[in-house]
Nanobody, 122 residues
Framework: QVQLQESGPGLVKPSQTLSLTCTVS??????????WSWIRQPPGKGLEWIGY???????YYSPSLKSRTSISRDTSKNQFTLQLSSVTPEDTAAYYC??????????????WGQGTQVTVSS
């Protein structure tokens, strides 16, 4: 059973960098054909995909957030990390990490973390 757990500060000041880590257990982040993703949900809004880091270490980001986003990994700890710079109150959201599986040419989410609330406020 794969489990994902987000961790990081719940409060970030405007203009600072938000940093969250997802710790994965029950499976390796380097296993072929899995992609490790960050998604967020602002209050009262739908889910917004932020980006992913793949099993090779390749990354892909949402065009709307690309200029402020970096996703990296630590394979020795089986963790991957989101950094979102120059945050504003509009970045306040519940942040989730999730696994994407590529199977038969189709991407699908199969495991999610429980989510962590991040508030951007001075």
């Amino acid at each position: 059973q794969v489990q994902l757990q987000e961790s990081g500060p719940g409060l970030v000041k405007p203009s600072q960098t938000l940093s969250l880590t997802c710790t994965v257990s029950g499976g390796s982040i380097t296993t072929n054909y899995y992609y490790w993703s960050w998604i967020r949900q602002p209050p009262g809004k739908g889910l917004e995909w932020i980006g992913y880091i793949g099993f090779t270490g390749s990354t892909y980001y949402s065009p709307s957030l690309k200029s402020r986003t970096s996703i990296s990994r630590d394979t020795s700890k089986n963790q991957f990390t989101l950094q979102l710079s120059s945050v504003t109150p509009e970045d306040t959201a519940a942040y989730y990490c999730a696994r994407i599986q590529l199977k038969a040419g189709v991407f699908g989410y199969d495991y999610w973390g429980q989510g962590t609330q991040v508030t951007v406020s001075s």
